[in-house]
Nanobody, 125 residues
Framework: HVQLVESGGGSVQAGGSLRLSCEVT????????VAWFRQAAGQEREGVAR????????YYADSVKGRFTISQDNAKNTVYLQMNSLKPEDTAMYYC???????????????????WGQGTQVTVS
């Protein structure tokens, strides 16, 4: 039973930082991709960043490049999203997701992700 548990959301002022964590448990079949998505009120879900557990292979949305950093601790089965220089437009529910197939599709296609966390709210004022 695969579970993704996010933590680290909260409320910060513009220019502040937050670090989100996503612990993946129950997946014991090798490497996979982990991505962070976000969905603001009234908007579609968008990909933020993605990492491959077998060797980084990192991608970012243009809107967060230079401000956000995705990383992983394989020993803890945890992926992090360090968010710096936060802006009000970063306000959203953030989700982590795991993709175990469909790797030829663009990383930001949310329909190609099989497992999802419950989400953690980030509010920037």
């Amino acid at each position: 039973h695969v579970q993704l548990v996010e933590s680290g959301g909260g409320s910060v002022q513009a220019g502040g930082s937050l670090r989100l964590s996503c612990e993946v448990t129950g997946y014991g079949r090798g490497t996979y991709c982990v991505a962070w998505f976000r969905q603001a009120a009234g908007q579609e879900r968008e990909g933020v960043a993605r990492i491959y557990t077998g060797g980084d292979n990192i991608y970012y949305a243009d809107s967060v490049k230079g401000r956000f950093t995705i990383s992983q601790d394989n020993a803890k089965n945890t992926v992090y999203l360090q968010m710096n220089s936060l802006k009000p437009e970063d306000t959203a529910m953030y989700y982590c997701a795991v993709r175990v197939s469909g790797f030829l599709s663009p990383w930001y296609y949310d329909t190609t992700y099989t497992y999802w966390g419950q989400g953690t709210q980030v509010t920037v004022s």
